[in-house]
């Protein structure tokens, strides 16, 4: 069973809707869970982490935490053509060295 | 600015050779990350180091063995490639506490014939 889990898409979304990007992860211990964004041909750049229950908003994005069903989500509002690429969900447990584990990532595409 | 670099962005070696990845950080980092990144399997975790002359598996260090002899450098060895290890290689680094974030370098796409 594999650890970190998403839905590997393609989403197509058209400009101006919510794109909604869902994560469930296996271990309970973990405490903190991070949203990555991937352009094709580079590599990922942090855009939301969230350590609590609850919402979390940056802009256009919200990171939702649901740790009694071990769920994790990421809401794009006002979709751009510009936010098309893969999002990578990765979880940090309790140890320490920050090791993260990675879903396989979800691919977006926004359509204008 | 976070300034992480990687040895070679495209590399072809053949089967059997000994291949070196080098990463470097100049961020003062204590711990680096190797990953490696196939369609439909994400990132996953090589080795990790978490101070100099420090190092940890990950979930998938057969075939690699890693060096850090200094801080700001950590290596991946492909001891003798083989083609199942053509692959996106990506090295990431984290200064310990606080987010937790890691940063990444541009990666190395490895093609090994």
């Known amino acids: 069973q594999k650890e970190v889990e998403q839905n590997s898409g393609p989403l197509s979304v058209p400009e101006g809707a919510i794109a909604s990007l869902n994560c469930t992860y296996s271990?309970?211990?973990?405490?903190?869970f991070f949203w990555y964004r991937q352009y094709s041909g580079k590599s990922p750049e942090l855009i939301m982490f969230?350590?609590?229950?609850g919402d979390k908003e940056d802009g256009r994005f919200t990171a939702q935490l649901n740790k009694a069903s071990q769920y994790v989500s990421l809401l794009i509002r006002d979709s751009q053509p510009s936010d098309s690429a893969t999002y990578l969900c990765?979880?940090?447990?309790?140890?320490?060295?920050?090791?993260?584990?990675f879903g396989q990532g979800t691919i977006l595409t926004v359509h204008p | 600015d976070v300034k992480v670099t990687q040895s070679s962005r495209y590399l072809v070696k053949r089967t059997g050779e000994k291949v070196f990845l080098e990463c470097v950080q100049d961020?003062?980092?204590?711990?680096m990350f190797w990953y490696r990144q196939d369609p439909g399997l994400g990132l996953r975790l090589i080795y990790f180091?978490?101070?100099?002359?420090?190092?940890e598996k990950g979930d998938i260090p057969e075939g690699y063995s890693v060096s850090r002899e200094k801080k700001e450098r950590f290596s991946l060895i492909l001891e003798s490639a083989s083609t199942n290890q053509t692959s996106m290689y990506l090295c990431?680094?984290?200064?310990?506490?606080?987010?937790?974030?890691?940063?990444f370098g541009p990666g190395t796409r490895l093609t090994v014939l």
């Open positions: 990431a680094s984290r200064l310990p506490g606080g987010v937790n974030e890691q940063f």
């Open positions: 961020m003062d980092h204590e711990n």
């Open positions: 969230i350590y609590s229950n």
């Open positions: 271990d309970r211990g973990s405490q903190s």
């Open positions: 990765a979880v940090a447990g309790g140890t320490s060295y920050g090791k993260l584990t």
């Open positions: 180091s978490y101070d100099v002359k420090m190092k």
